[in-house]
């Protein structure tokens, strides 16, 4: 009857929970019930999980995986991205229909397009790493994970964690193939924002990218990067090259 929160359309989120009308500011704290779309918070959740209907739409509980699904799929035809992402979820598992990849990033990039951060981030994941049918491509992946990341900058942390992390990966990629003008356009921002991966990998790209005496003397610009890597990794081991 319900999911967590990375099932749910940043741009429609309500801010404040369905039931009790407390102030949610991060999706991470919202449980979307699947049968009308509406967030409560976690506690109202767990009192709701006692109901034999949904407080919202009254909706009996309990309800099988199959008759999830065909809740889903109207609200999906209807234009719901928090409906398209579950869809998404559940035709990845199988679960309450048959196993399709192809339906699975169907409806993730119909809520991409919508702007649901989640399904952004989960097509530049699939992209990065090339699985469920796509194929290995770095532009799509950065794309993706760079919208996921706007998308979900203010209100979904988890989510916003997971793209930096993602835009990282894909940066490496590109230092592998020695693209390290593209590796540092990636990583700067992400730097400059403290994340230490991507310090640390900032930090190894200008190594990297030097010879002779530009070693000598953009080494000291490494040092700051991975000094800061060290600092925001609190005491993680820190790779120099």
């Not at 369905?18 to 506690?43: E, L, P, T």
């Not at 309450?96 to 990033?105: D, I, P, Q, T």
């Not at 988890?158 to 590796?183: M, N, P, R």
């Amino acid at each position: 009857m319900k999911r967590r929160s990375d099932a749910k359309d940043r741009q429609t989120a309500p801010h404040r929970c369905a039931a009790c009308s407390a102030f949610m500011q991060d999706i991470d704290d919202i449980v979307i019930m699947f049968c009308c779309g509406r967030g409560v918070c976690g506690s109202c959740a767990d009192v709701e999980d006692e109901l034999k209907h949904c407080p919202q739409c009254k909706t009996p509980s309990g309800r099988t995986p199959k008759e999830k699904i065909a809740c889903l799929k109207r609200h999906s035809k209807k234009g719901h991205p928090w409906a398209q992402v579950n869809l998404a979820v559940f035709y990845c598992a199988g679960n309450g229909v048959r196993r399709s990849f192809s339906e699975a990033v169907h409806w993730d990039r119909q809520a991409a397009k919508r702007g649901h951060p989640t399904a952004m981030r989960n097509l530049g994941v699939w992209f990065l790493v090339g699985v469920l049918g796509c194929p290995v491509d770095l532009h799509q992946a950065q794309e993706y994970l760079e919208a996921g990341l706007k998308a979900s900058k203010t209100s979904f942390a988890s989510c916003y964690e997971s793209c930096q992390h993602g835009l990282v990966e894909v940066a490496k990629c590109h230092i592998k193939a020695k693209s390290f003008e593209t590796a540092k356009s990636i990583l700067l921002p992400l730097a400059e924002e403290g994340e230490g991966r991507a310090q640390e990998a900032l930090g190894q790209t200008i190594i990297r990218d030097c010879e002779g005496a530009e070693l000598q003397n953009n080494f000291s610009l490494a040092l700051v990067w991975f000094s800061s890597a060290a600092f925001a990794l609190e005491g993680e081991e820190v790779a120099l090259g």
